[in-house]
């Protein structure tokens, strides 16, 4: 048996409602539930919409425990109905091995044009524009996260997230949206800088 194959392993995924693990060395995880005030987290540390750092020294909203079979290497289940509609981190921890997702409740479309530093905001059923709708960006620097820009998408549900009246753009490695809808949802995204 390859040495690769004896290390525990985990990988978390979410499609919808759907959240899968896959494992291997692992005979059962504890899955963590921790609501998101999406706003204030994202102005607190922009970067790390993934990760489950910041909630380390807060109790879970809901935790369980769960038994992996041993026949498998993956295991579904359904997000609890109660979190279907919110902006939840799930974290799982099994095997010495920690893993955690954030997920979003939208009715998004969001597209970024890299080339030209263009955000479009779409309504996931019908892809109408989503004009007012609120987009928040943060730009990685060499000296950290700062600030750049915020305001609302226009008629057409696009929003200019690169452009600024002044030349920071030079020192920006990458940047970090939030884009929130008052009836449709909110969700975070990075995108590039623009090549000039």
Known sequence: MPLT???????????????????????????????????????????????????????????????????????NFELPREYQSKNVLIEVIGGGKKRSLAVYSNELNTVVSERYGIL???????NRPLPATYVKIYALTDSGPQ????????????????????????????????VMNETNGATVLEAPVPQQ
Not at 31 to 56: I, K, Q
Not at 121 to 126: E, K
């Open 120 to 126: 479009t905001v779409r309504h996931n059923g019908d």
């Open 5 to 75: 194959a004896r290390k525990p392993s985990l990988k978390l995924e979410v499609d919808g409602s759907l959240v899968t693990i896959d494992y291997q060395q692992v005979t059962n995880v504890q899955v963590n539930y921790y609501e998101m005030d999406l706003e204030s987290l994202f102005s607190t540390n922009p970067f790390v919409s993934s990760g489950s750092d910041g909630f380390s020294i807060v109790q879970p909203n809901k935790s369980k425990r769960l038994q992996l079979p041993d026949s498998k290497r993956s295991h």
């Open 147 to 178: 600030f750049y820009k915020d305001g609302y998408t226009d008629i057409r549900g696009k929003f200019d997230y690169a452009s600024v009246s002044t030349s920071d753009i030079g020192s920006t490695l990458k940047f970090s949206i939030l």
